[in-house]
């Protein structure tokens, strides 16, 4: 039973990753039809920046959260207006291709900038240390971390359903052909989109930065899982993209704990299973997909 | 919304392409491009040649799907590197002559390509390139674990290259280059076998309209997929001659970065025009050898700046913009002459 | 317009083919000539490694720095005696592509005439070129990869391993761990070729310390998410959890285990590989306390001290294990030239074979002549606390020295047949 509970607050911890990173690959998709290759460059940028944020001007994980998705955001909108605007009008399949060469690219600028050993990173203290919960020892940090992760989740979803702003985005995001109907002018809220979902990553890079490596490679797999949590929870749909990434958190420590060798295999044996049944994915909707 | 084949080159273009001009210039371009192939080993190192050629076949594989399918697969790392290992097991264990090594492994490919591909062709666009890459990233996995089996990253090291005792190809890159050099042809025969089939048809009016092609009676999905089984193997056949070129299968042959180091190639070189990915192969294997000998440490930002500017400002790739010159200009002099 | 452009093109066109005549004239390419044909006035040492991945730090250009540093001190010693008066240092970047490794250790033979191939990390990379040597009957001093198959199965007449591999790594951290009381331990290990070699002999030495491993738990690979892991190996109270986990993976897992909270409950950590250049880009405070096993440490005497300042002056950094041992490698390689009086391969092995050495980076060295393993004085070592740093770079104290016989493994265990 301890155990279990401390399974599951790791796998809520590295679900939170996944949720807030694929929460900015769900609004970014929705709303502008790419599939951004670059999120998992971008989540490291976020870790790397409060990194040398913190080296620098000695700005702590509190300033760090707030600074760096604002940066963050932006960075994606200068990425959308100088790249990604350009191949709006095409095949969504040009701007996969362009966000895959534009990792490569940050990839090494990061590691010729910043070295390929890894930042360090300094947590403040009151994150340190754990709490005693039903004679279990349950760290801080992670539980910091699935907070910070529900909360944002939370306020996007409020941003989605009670503003006007957000209406629109979500129309465009889970039913465009109902958008495009009323005559809704999604064009405006392309460049801020693109640039909140890069800040999300961002926000997800900054939360891993205590707790994971901080080098240029630290995005590269974990684009891999993050395709795996948009298809498992359905890409047109930002329930999915969280509810998603929270599940494939929990897959990843459960299986750690009981079946440590298939642990990495069954996020994607989990991802056939939900191709064959459902291919629109557990909260996808099969015309929110080209 | 255009799909991103015909994007790449008009649908005009693409009906040029597969009636391929006038038979003279077939003939031209045929002659051309074998005297290249023949030539290559003396111009360039002989290892280097046998890579291009190699990495070409595999674009050519790619393009099939991808220019003629319109499905863009970033998981195609698991037939290469699947057929590298399954090639070098066979060559090992049995002892057999290259050639049949690697047509066992171009056949484990297709094997392997059946599920993969049963899965991922339910769903097209971005969400097959999801699929397929999350695919082949879990053999990634499955090959590092299966250590026993593959060597693990040690690789699959001592991959003979046994050749009816023909001592000059089992030893010399430059004579292997040339008893290799028939698989590669032979799979590029064939992929021009295929799209210029019936077959082929068949694939370009689904990737065009699929909803027509459905009504018409064709059974979609599985067109896609036996076009997805071919691509494998013929990257299979491609992958099986880089295992035994080189004499060993390392992991990285699995890994999504070479799924995306040939979409790289057949993008520059054109996406739907079959050849353009043996121009784009030639280019990068090329670059890479040049830049690992040059003291200049950032192969990511040269080959990521390269994508970055082909798919803003000439997505018709090398061979798709050659083409559309020689064809504006032929059009524009017939329509003098009328 | 359309005229000239046609010109432009013919234009274009001879120049192409000029072009490759020129290229032909110059005999580029052709069949290659047969191997051990290359100049007697002129040594050629190869660097072949990681210029822009992970190894960078560790290895990468700096060794060539190293490896001049060698040429120079070997000219500076033998003036006018020197057998060879061109020596030069060549570099390529495999970018830890085993695939490119492969083609450029040819292209180094064959090409650029290389006499010997140094450094090479990653272990399929480093078993491809061992291949390429044993084919071209070339030198190749193996410095960066772990693997024992270098001096096991896959060893050869032409491959020298230098420096360290996973059989030393295991038994020094494993024997002395356990023999200076942590008896208990847990063992978490990536599961692929390195961990479950490291495994293997981890488990030998702790029982030949007397200690027992309770428990092991597989991890994939890569990966960034040990919490469970560490979590389950803490709750079978171990005295000790052992990692074999590198680079990038292990720095996540020292963070994690940092946060597990089992410091505090004193479960110690030993860790199978690590490098100094770990430590200098994550800060000390991070493995404080983290005992390992070196090859060799810069502040470990006068000796090793005044190379690392040299080494210092030249690149700004001090020296890991890797760059002294390229350092070390180049000029025992240049002695044995010396030696021999001319840089055939054949004749250079012999030299080597058996030779005892003691330099700045071999103490009570010897290259045995079964395996061609260099065996050495190796160092356990603990990780200082921010305290105890007085300088940058300082972040070893060494707690005991392993002695070269007992440090790697014994040749009758090899495997090897040359």
């Not at chain 2, 040939?262 to 993008?267: I, N, Q, S, W």
């Not at chain 3, 391993?161 to 200076?180: I, K, Q, R, S």
């Not at chain 3, 980076?361 to 395996?371: C, K, P, T, V, Y």
Request: glycine share 12%; hydrophobic share 50%; aromatic share 10%.
């Amino acid at each position: 039973m301890n155990a279990v509970l401390q399974y599951t607050v790791q796998g809520l911890a590295a679900g939170s990753f996944y949720a807030l990173a694929a929460l900015g690959l769900a609004v970014i998709f929705g709303v502008l039809g790419v599939v951004n290759f670059a999120h998992g460059a971008f989540y490291m940028l976020g870790a790397v920046a409060a990194a040398v944020l913190l080296d620098t001007l000695g700005l702590s994980l509190w300033g760090a959260l707030i600074v760096v998705p604002l940066l963050m955001l932006v960075f994606g909108m200068l990425v959308e207006r100088l790249l990604v605007q350009w191949l709006l009008p095409l095949d969504p399949l040009y701007n996969l291709l362009l966000t895959f060469g534009l990792t490569l690219l940050l990839v090494d600028l990061v590691k010729r900038r910043y070295g390929v050993s890894g930042l360090p990173y300094e947590r403040p203290d009151v994150l340190t240390g754990r709490v005693q919960l039903g004679g279990v020892g349950l760290p801080i940090y992670q539980l910091f971390v699935i907070g910070v992760a529900l909360l944002v989740c939370l306020g996007v979803w409020l941003l989605m359903t009670r503003t006007r702003v957000g209406m629109i985005v979500r129309a465009a995001t889970e039913r465009p052909e109902l958008a495009g109907a009323l005559g809704i002018n999604v064009g405006r809220w392309v460049t801020p989109v693109f640039g909140f979902g890069v800040a999300l990553a961002g926000l997800a890079g900054v939360l891993a930065a205590p707790f994971r490596a901080i080098t240029a490679e630290m995005g590269s797999d974990f684009i891999i899982i993050l395709f795996a949590v948009v298809v498992i929870g359905g890409l047109g749909s930002i329930v999915g993209a969280v509810v998603g990434g929270f599940l494939v958190g929990l897959v990843e420590a459960f299986g750690q704990a009981y079946a440590p060798t298939f642990a990495q295999v069954l996020i994607f044996v989990l991802m056939a299973v939900v191709v064959l049944a459902r291919p629109a994915g557990l909260f996808g909707r099969e015309e929110a997909t080209a | 919304m255009t799909s991103i084949a015909t994007a790449g080159a008009s649908v005009s273009e693409q009906h040029a392409a597969i009636a391929g001009g006038r038979p003279w210039q077939r003939w031209v371009l045929l002659a051309v491009g074998l005297t290249v192939a023949l030539a290559l080993p003396w111009f360039v190192y002989p290892p280097v040649a046998m890579d291009i050629a190699a990495w070409a076949l595999f674009a050519v594989a790619l393009d099939l799907l991808l220019g003629y399918c319109g499905l863009l697969s970033f998981g195609h790392a698991a037939f290469w590197g699947g057929s590298a290992y399954a090639t070098g097991l066979i060559a090992i264990h049995f002892g057999v002559p290259f050639p049949v090594a690697v047509l066992g492994g171009a056949l484990f490919a297709m094997l392997l390509a059946v599920p993969i591909g049963y899965l991922s062709v339910k769903r097209s666009g971005i969400y097959f390139a999801m699929v397929t890459l999350a695919f082949a990233q879990m053999l990634f996995f499955i090959a590092n674990q299966a250590s026993s089996l593959t060597g693990g990253e040690n690789g699959l090291q001592g991959v003979p290259r046994s050749f009816f005792g023909i001592e000059a190809v089992e030893t010399d890159a430059f004579f292997f280059y040339y008893a290799a050099l028939p698989i590669i042809l032979l799979g590029m025969w064939a992929a021009w076998r295929i799209v210029h089939s019936p077959f082929g048809r068949v694939l370009v009016a689904i990737r065009d309209n699929a909803p027509r092609a459905r009504a018409l009676g064709y059974d979609v999905e599985r067109y896609k997929l036996m076009a997805f089984v071919l691509s494998a193997g013929l990257s299979g056949l491609a992958g099986g001659v880089f295992a035994v070129s080189h004499g060993f299968v390392a992991l990285p042959e699995l890994h999504w970065a070479t799924s995306g180091e040939v979409v790289l190639m057949t993008v520059l070189g054109g996406i739907g025009t079959l050849w353009g990915g043996v121009i784009g192969a030639a280019l990068i294997v090329m670059l890479a050898d040049y830049l690992a000998s040059s003291g200049f440490d950032g192969i990511g930002i040269v080959t990521g700046a390269v994508f970055v500017t082909v798919v803003l400002l000439f997505r018709r790739g090398i061979w798709g913009t050659a083409r559309h010159l020689y064809l504006r200009r032929r059009s524009a002099s017939r329509a003098r002459r009328s | 317009m359309n005229k000239r452009r046609r010109t432009g093109s013919t234009t274009l066109l001879a120049g192409l083919t000029a072009g490759v005549l020129v290229t032909a004239g110059c005999g580029a390419g052709g069949p290659s000539a047969g191997g051990g044909d290359f100049t007697d006035d002129k040594v050629v040492l190869a660097l072949l490694n990681d210029a822009s991945g992970v190894y960078k730090d560790v290895s990468g250009p700096n060794s060539k720095i190293a490896i001049q540093m060698a040429i120079d001190d070997y000219q500076e010693k033998y003036g006018d005696d020197a057998v060879v008066d061109d020596i030069e240092v060549t570099s390529a970047d495999h970018q830890n592509e085993p695939d490119i490794a492969n083609t450029k250790a040819q292209e180094l033979y064959d090409r650029e005439g290389a006499d010997v191939i140094l450094d090479v990390p990653t272990s399929s990379a480093a078993l491809a070129v061992a291949t390429q040597a044993k084919n071209k009957k070339k030198l190749y001093m193996n410095i960066g990869a772990g693997t024992t198959e270098l001096t096991g199965a896959q060893c050869n007449k032409y491959t020298f391993h230098y420096a360290y591999d996973t059989w030393m790594l295991a038994n020094g951290t494993g024997t002395v761990v356990t023999e200076e009381g942590d008896k208990n331990w847990q063992l978490i290990y990536p599961d692929y070729a390195f961990g479950q070699d490291m495994v293997k002999s981890f488990t030998g030495a702790i029982e030949t310390g007397g200690g027992t491993v309770a428990g092991t738990i597989a991890t994939p690979f890569p990966n960034d998410n040990f919490a469970t892991y560490i979590t389950k190996a803490g709750a079978a109270n171990p005295q000790v959890i052992g990692t074999m986990h590198a680079g990038g993976d292990l720095i996540n897992f020292v963070k994690q285990y940092n946060e597990s909270g089992l410091k505090e409950k004193g479960i110690d950590l030993a860790v199978g590989l690590m490098f100094i250049s770990d430590i200098h880009s994550l800060g000390v405070e991070a493995f404080e306390g983290t005992i390992f096993t070196d090859a060799w440490y810069w502040n470990l005497d006068e000796k090793s001290r005044e190379w690392a300042d040299r080494f210092l002056e030249e690149t700004g950094d001090r020296p890991t294990y890797a760059h002294a041992g390229n350092y070390s490698a180049a000029l025992q390689y240049l002695e044995a030239v010396q030696a021999a009086g001319t840089d055939d391969a054949d004749k250079v092995v012999e030299e080597l074979e058996g030779k005892k050495i003691d330099d700045m980076f071999l103490r009570n060295g010897e290259i045995r002549a079964e395996d061609h393993r260099v065996v050495h004085d190796v160092y356990l070592a603990r990780v200082k606390g921010p305290d105890d740093v007085t300088e940058d770079w300082d972040y070893e104290e060494i707690i005991k020295t392993i002695p070269a016989e007992e440090a790697f493994r014994p040749a009758a265990e090899s495997g090897c047949s040359m």
